[in-house]
């Protein structure tokens, strides 16, 4: 049969207790101590990121407020560029207009000018005309009245 010594069972015991201890010493300490580095690694990699997370939402946040900035300046700009081009095309209007105004005032006056020098001309066209016919008038006048007092 089995028999049991109960020195055998104390040096077992103490054996398992030095080992246990050695283990601890030598296993388990740097093993824990891998282990809590490697979680102050992991917890520092979280917090990395999440500033990471924040710092790219600000620059996010910034960006479309630049943006919004940008698109309310370029409907300004266009706004501006719109009332520029309205009021450059109203000058340009009203200076066509002016320009045809006086265009047209001038090709009247040359007209009533040439109208009067054609006045003028059919006058003094006439006189001549109206010389002329007397002339011809006291010539055949002057013959009859030659004719029958010859």
Known sequence: MLSLNPWDILWTVVNLLVLYLIFKKFLFQ????????????????????RQSEEAAAKSKEEYEAKLAAADAEADQILA???R???EESARAIENARKETERSLAKARAEIEQEKALAEREARSEIAKLAILAAGKIIRTGDQSENGSVK
Not at 31 to 48: C, G, L, S, W, Y
């Open 30 to 49: 740097p093993v824990m101590n891998v282990i809590n580095q490697r979680d102050e690694m992991i917890h520092k990699q979280f917090d990395q990121a």
């Open 84 to 86: 520029n081009a309205e």
């Open 80 to 82: 501006k560029a719109k």
